[in-house]
Nanobody, 114 residues
Framework: VQLQASGGGLVQAGGSLRLSCAAS????????MAWYRQAQGKQRELVAA???????NYVEFVKGRFTISRDNAKNTVYLQMNSLRPEDTAVYYC?????????WGQGTLVTVSS
């Protein structure tokens, strides 16, 4: 399975970005999916998850700011990020919610300037 994340970039604090992650080589629709992030020098952490049916969950520090969604017909999961903060700076990845994980790929870098 190949995962291709895109949509990252440099944005000022308070700005917005929309990340996309396209999956190929699998029946994407049956899997709960999640967005993760890894800041420099820190461990990768889950930030948002979405079930195959669309139910969502968020970690506390992104609630009300980030929205995860999916388009099963396009094998794609999205992360709308609003009110971005410098502490949101990280490489963002998508993957399954739980192991066994697919190849993580390169992720997409989000840099939020103050």
């Amino acid at each position: 399975v190949q995962l291709q994340a895109s949509g990252g970039g440099l944005v000022q604090a308070g700005g917005s970005l929309r990340l996309s992650c396209a999956a190929s080589g699998t029946i994407f629709s049956i899997y709960p999916m999640a967005w993760y992030r890894q800041a420099q020098g820190k461990q990768r952490e889950l930030v948002a998850a979405i079930a195959s049916g669309g139910d969502t969950n968020y970690v506390e520090f992104v609630k009300g700011r980030f929205t995860i969604s999916r388009d099963n017909a396009k094998n794609t999961v999205y992360l709308q990020m609003n009110s971005l903060r410098p502490e949101d700076t990280a490489v963002y990845y998508c993957n399954r919610v739980r192991a066994p994980y697919w190849n993580w790929g390169q992720g997409t870098l989000v840099t939020v300037s103050s």
